[in-house]
């Protein structure tokens, strides 16, 4: 969902109504994650990929910085194949491309597949966020 301090909505979700409930997200997320498959977090995005400015520096303070995206690769899992792979491919040097690989009926992953075949064909080289940014 949405972090927000004042419920502010995105795409038509409900935000979170406060930092109570800001703190709730974040900390459940880095709980599962932990719980469930031995991973500690080091970076969040929130659903929608909206966050205000109290709710990012919590995140900080908990030590899950939030992380947009540059690229839609798939437009929210709506895109045939084709179309993911001409989205995902535009991705340069330094984007972070979404994609909701969570939806089994979807193209998201062939897409993917496809793109980032190209793409190392191409020499491009995909890095991990926590090969670039700094967590203190």
Known sequence: MPLSVTGRSAYGIRGTADLDEVWQEITAAQIYFARE???????????????DDVSARLARWLGQPVVGFTVNGDGGAT?????????????RPGDIVIGHMNNP???????LARAIRAMRAEGLVFRQLRELIPVS
Not at 37 to 51: E, I, K, L, S, V
Not at 79 to 91: H, I, Y
């Open 37 to 51: 498959w031995g991973h500690q977090t080091r970076f969040m995005r929130p659903g929608t990929a909206f966050t």
């Open 105 to 111: 009926r979807g193209d998201t992953a062939l897409g």
């Open 79 to 91: 895109l045939d194949a084709a179309m993911v792979q001409a989205e995902v491919s535009r991705a």
